[in-house]
């Protein structure tokens, strides 16, 4: 019999590992959700980050998501320390220079909103340390990359380091009126769709 593909969109809360297997100890995927044995996240979110995931047995798609090339935008709400300068969200429109694993990496131009007012997001199940002294600031940053903790380190290289990261949609799927640890399933056609891809299948 033909394995039946199947597709979700979840909302990882913080503080869980993008991986099913225990670590040290960690609350993980595994802890919180019951799905078949092959299905799998696409890529990766930061044990500290939360947001959307997709997760999916269906290898094609995966590869699409993952490749470059194909420019997925990633968009991300980052909560800062400080409030950022137009001078610094011009440098972050840019690129700026990073280290990956140990190597200098000059990130690609990128789409930076400051916004005006907190964004209505759900508290975070264990809550941001604010200095009284100091403001913060949140900006809504859209990669078409997807480099080990980029949006953090890019932050941080213009002097704003990050509280909270909240990715909150990949291509034109989003988390709507989700909540952290809600979990959805979804068409073939609609993800494929939401994503602009053509399935060769």
Not at 5 to 14: D, Q, T, V
Not at 38 to 66: A, F, H, Q, W
Not at 159 to 171: A, D, E, M, Q, Y
């Amino acid at each position: 019999m033909a394995r039946s593909n199947l597709y979700y969109i979840y909302f990882k809360p913080f503080n869980v590992m993008t991986q099913f297997s225990s670590v040290d100890g960690k609350t993980t995927l595994g802890d919180l959700l019951k799905l078949k044995d092959d299905v799998y996240p696409v890529g990766r979110l930061d044990y500290d980050s939360e947001g959307l995931l997709i997760l999916t047995n269906d290898n094609e798609l995966k590869t699409m998501i993952l490749d470059p090339s194909q420019g997925h935008k990633r968009t991300y709400l980052l909560q800062l320390e400080g409030s950022i300068t137009d001078s610094s969200i011009e440098l972050l429109e840019q690129g700026v220079e990073i280290n990956i694993n140990g190597e200098i990496y000059q990130t690609l131009p990128s789409d930076v909103e400051k916004l005006q007012t907190d964004p209505l997001v759900a508290p975070r199940s264990i809550p941001i340390r604010i200095r009284e002294n100091i403001p913060t600031s949140w900006i809504k940053l859209r990669l078409t990359e997807g480099k080990n903790r980029q949006a953090r380190k890019m932050a941080a290289k213009v002097g704003f380091p990050v509280l909270r990261l909240i990715r909150i949609s990949i291509g034109d799927i989003d988390l709507k009126d989700m909540a952290p640890g809600d979990i959805t399933q979804i068409s073939k056609n609609t993800i494929y769709r939401l994503l602009n891809i053509e399935s060769k299948l």
